[in-house]
């Protein structure tokens, strides 16, 4: 079984998009409606911009996005059994199975990275990777140990390889009990937020108003969701769980196992990058 997965945010690069626009005129039409839907040039950023104009959140998500769907667009025998996506790249999936249609998608990835960059900004936060611990269990109990501040789990994103999330106080005192617990690395990430906890509850808030106000349908096939790593079928299940997306944790690991379970035989990582395929192969190996 074909199992067809989408990259989140970091998968970037200066140029992304350009070779696709160049081949397909069924990308150029596509690049053209996501300019006039977002009210400035993103293919001309994507093409052409910095590695620092990448960087912005209210560019990356779009862009990651765009180049996500057109790509699955130009799958010739696109006919996916299941579909996931890592955190931003679950509405990148909606759109290729058509809970959410092209235009619906885009705006909803437009609003969401507006409504995380303005969370970023209310208190000092970040992430940082915590890799070689003994279990995600001694992760998350040191992150419940710190209770004057917040630091929560955020990615699952491997065996061995968690994503931490919260205060910048509260990542820089988990650090500290995490090396002195013998854990071999963690490391700051350089990001400009806690993706993933509670303090993106004012982005949640924003992001429930426009997903109430949007559509879904039923997917072609079923969507395992980051937060509760099943294969969803129902749009109002699916709905209910992107909206809680944002303040809870990515289960990448538990999303991949559970796919292999209910039959995946082959990954197909469709988009900028290839960070998802890095992460299948040590969860399936």
């Not at 350009?18 to 009210?39: H, T, V, Y």
């Not at 290729?96 to 970023?120: D, H, I, K």
């Not at 990430?189 to 509850?201: C, R």
Request: hydrophobic share 40%; charged share 20%.
């Amino acid at each position: 079984m074909k199992a067809y997965v989408f990259p989140g945010q970091g998968s970037q690069f200066r140029g992304m998009g350009k070779e696709l626009f160049d081949k397909s005129e069924i990308a150029r039409k596509m690049f053209k409606e996501a300019d006039d839907i977002i009210g400035f040039s993103l293919s001309g950023v994507m093409f052409e911009g910095t590695d620092e104009d990448l960087k912005q959140t209210k560019i990356t998500q779009p862009a990651v996005f765009l180049h996500s769907v057109i790509s699955a667009a130009l799958i010739e025998d696109f006919n996916p059994d299941m579909v996931a996506g890592h955190s931003l790249g679950e509405i990148s999936a909606m759109v290729v199975v058509n809970t959410l249609s092209f235009t619906e998608g885009l705006r909803l990835v437009a609003n969401r990275a507006l409504a995380m960059q303005e969370a970023c900004e209310i208190v000092p936060s970040t992430m940082a990777a915590v890799i070689g611990y003994t279990s995600d269990e001694q992760v998350e109990n040191i992150c419940k140990e710190i209770t004057e501040e917040i630091v929560v789990p955020a990615n699952y994103n491997a065996p061995g390889q968690l994503v931490i999330s919260g205060t910048v106080k509260g990542i820089d005192l988990a650090m500290e009990k995490l090396k002195a617990a013998g854990v071999k690395r963690v490391i700051k990430l350089p990001v400009s937020g806690a993706f993933h906890s509670p303090l993106m509850e004012p982005a949640r808030k924003k992001l429930a108003e426009i997903i109430n106000q949007t559509t879904f349908h039923n997917p072609v096939c079923p969507i395992y969701q980051n937060v509760s790593a099943k294969g969803e079928t129902e749009a109002a299940t699916i709905r209910q769980n992107l909206m809680a997306q944002l303040t809870s944790p990515v289960k990448w690991t538990q999303s991949v196992k559970q796919m292999i379970a209910d039959g995946a035989t082959e990954f197909i990582e469709v988009g900028p990058g290839n960070v998802l395929q890095g992460l299948i192969k040590k969860i399936s190996g």
